[in-house]
């Protein structure tokens, strides 16, 4: 079978590769999609501590069963299934709370076990003891399946911060997880959502998502556009979908009193640090949250959204490649050409 394997930064390599078998507890899946994500862009460019190299990348991945081992209930060949990318490890003390986002002990596919860029995929045993297998309903493409994974991580973020029925949403950058945080809101309640962005084009693109308003903050303050879409009082939630550490910034000023912010994208490690007005916090009363993945629950809630039409993704979908073409894939998520290139080995 055909893999991508990343052997060093900016070296990813088309490989034939041995179709794996599964061992006890274990599946194996041909892999029928495989999205790819600005965190593949990432460890393309640079790497990441937690990877040891050489690793088959992806971790979008929708499939079908080809193997089951052993000790493994519940699946059968040609099951038609989503696998969860962040495995916790199920005993830890923040596991045995429920908050499997910060397990102690988390591994990821495409990290510590290899991804979805190939052929056919094993399916660790870790992944199955934590339900993290899902069927997906036969009326659901793969492709819109492989986007459970990102809308989870999008999940995990609005569950955190709260969003809810009449708030108005302010979602900082217009890339693919800004344009399911969107989606997502208005799924959840919100009664304006606005999308703000420095790049119009990119802001054109993301209007499919159907935002209330989009703000260019090359052009337009984004702060005072917030304020005079909410009568002066700023946005109930505002979502940082950005490693840019202005928009963190600018998230703190055009949030409403009792207001919340989701700091959810990452910031660059050698430049992570922001200036930070706590009197605005004080003051305002403000709620100031991190989000980072997703846990197994929440791919099978939104796996469920898709499935039910309550968050459309396949319209988010803007470039379909071969496997072959993984690093014309990658280019194109690193261009901000296109919003989700997916991968169809």
């Known amino acids: 079978m055909n893999v991508a394997r990343l052997h060093a930064p900016g070296d990813l390599r088309i490989e034939d590769a041995p179709v794996p078998e599964a061992g006890r507890g274990e ?45 493994v209930e519940g699946w059968s060949l040609g099951d038609r299934v989503q696998v969860i990318a962040a495995i916790p490890c199920g005993v830890c003390h923040y596991c045995r709370r429920g908050q499997h986002t910060v397990c102690e002990d988390l591994e990821s596919i495409g990290y510590q076990y290899d991804g979805g860029f190939a052929e056919f995929m094993r399916v660790p045993r870790k992944v199955l003891a934590v ?13 819109c399946a492989s986007l459970t994974e990102p809308l989870a991580c999008v999940l995990n973020g609005q569950e955190l911060a709260n969003v809810g029925e009449g708030d108005a949403v302010v979602v900082l ?18 009664t304006t959502v606005m999308l703000v962005d420095v790049n119009q084009a990119r802001l054109d693109l993301a209007a499919r998502a159907e935002p209330d308003a989009t703000i260019d903050s090359t ?16 946005a109930d939630v505002v979502i940082t979908a ?54 197994p629950r929440h791919n099978r809630e939104a796996l469920s959204l898709i499935a039910h039409g ?24 690193m261009s901000g050409d296109g919003l989700k290139v997916v991968i169809g080995p």
Not at 27 to 56: E, M, N, Q, Y
Not at 173 to 190: E, F, N, T
Not at 316 to 333: C, F, G, K, W
């Open 131 to 143: 339900d993290g297998v899902n069927r997906i309903p036969e009326h659901v493409p793969f492709e």
């Open 173 to 190: 950058g217009a890339g693919p997880i800004g344009c399911l945080h969107v989606r997502l809101a208005r799924a959840r309640g919100a």
């Open 219 to 234: 052009k337009d303050d984004p702060i005072d556009a917030v304020r005079k879409m909410t009568n002066g009082r700023g």
């Open 310 to 333: 309550k968050v459309r993704v396949d319209d988010l979908i803007t470039h379909r490649m071969p496997l072959a073409d993984v690093n014309r894939a990658i280019e194109t998520v």
């Open 242 to 295: 950005t490693g840019v550490g202005q928009a963190q910034e600018q998230a703190l000023e055009m949030t409403a009193p009792r207001g919340r912010i989701s700091l959810f994208g990452g910031l660059p490690k050698d430049d992570s640090t922001i200036r930070f007005d706590s009197n605005l916090v004080h003051y305002r009363e403000l709620s100031v949250f991190g989000a980072y993945g997703s846990a």
């Open 27 to 71: 599946l194996v899946i041909r892999v029928r999609t495989c999205s790819t994500c600005g965190t593949d862009a990432k460890i393309f460019r640079f790497g990441h501590h937690h990877i040891s190299l050489p690793r088959v990348l992806g971790h979008e991945v929708a499939g079908e069963i080809t193997d089951v081992g052993s000790e």
